[in-house]
């Protein structure tokens, strides 16, 4: 990996987060609300993935996301919404993170032993 890719890789995301809360911050919650539904990290990862190592290993990395996103991401959202009515958000959130990381770590450890997606 080429120290210039890394630090393309680096100011792109930096600028693209920028760009979300300079938006939400100046009462552009539309278009802040767009941008962060947009899945910005994965676009720009795919972008420089399909560049750099093809289509094949492109949608190899996708199918591994969206199967990894529900997995795990999902249930997140369904804690985080299911007790932050409940609880104060903090905590719903946190409760949340540790289900996340739960089943993210169980989906890469299965991931992992049977050489999925690669």
Do not use: C
């Amino acid at each position: 990996m080429d120290i210039k890719n890394i630090l393309i890789y680096f100011i792109t995301g930096g600028v693209v987060t920028t760009l979300i809360v300079a938006l939400e911050e100046s009462g552009l919650r539309l278009w802040s609300g767009l941008a962060a539904l947009i899945p910005i990290f994965t676009l720009i990862s795919y972008v420089f993935i399909g560049q750099s190592q093809g289509g094949k290993a492109l949608s190899q990395h996708a199918w591994f996301v969206l199967i990894g996103t529900l997995v795990s991401w999902v249930p997140y959202m369904v804690t985080v919404a299911l007790l932050s009515p409940h609880i104060s958000s903090n905590k719903s959130i946190g409760i949340g993170l540790g289900v996340f990381f739960v089943l993210a770590t169980t989906y890469l450890l299965i991931v992992s032993k049977y050489h999925l997606f690669q």
